[in-house]
């Protein structure tokens, strides 16, 4: 019931930037925080940034600075800004509404040295 569908990853140089989009569908958007996490090679996965129905963002401490979530209400998305990439970022990024236990198919981000 509950999709989303996560994109624009790719291959990028250390110290470059990519932006990350997830469009959710199946749920009363506006109402819902929203979150990315990510899951690198032979890690857990974790939470990196979230975000509420108000605006509120919070962001994990590795991405603290560098990365940014926002949201578009209307268009159903939900975006990941990543700036300032380091080959450590390298991972698939999957969004979530935080009330759902419910997973996209993910974008791979690969950051080059």
């Known amino acids: 019931q509950v999709q989303l569908v996560e994109s624009g990853g790719g291959l990028v140089q250390a110290g470059g930037s990519l932006r990350l989009s997830c469009v959710a569908s199946g749920i009363i958007f506006n109402i819902n925080t929203m979150a990315w996490y990510r899951q690198a090679p032979g890690k857990q996965r974790e939470l990196v940034a979230v975000i509420t129905s108000g605006g509120s963002t919070s962001y994990a401490d590795s991405v603290k600075g560098r990365f940014t979530i926002s949201r578009n209400n209307p268009w159903n998305t939900v975006y990941l800004r990543m700036n300032s990439l380091k080959p450590e970022d390298t991972a698939v990024y999957y969004c979530?509404?935080?009330?759902?236990?419910?997973w996209g198919q993910g974008t791979q981000v690969t950051v080059s040295s």
């Open positions: 979530k509404v935080q009330a759902f236990d419910s």
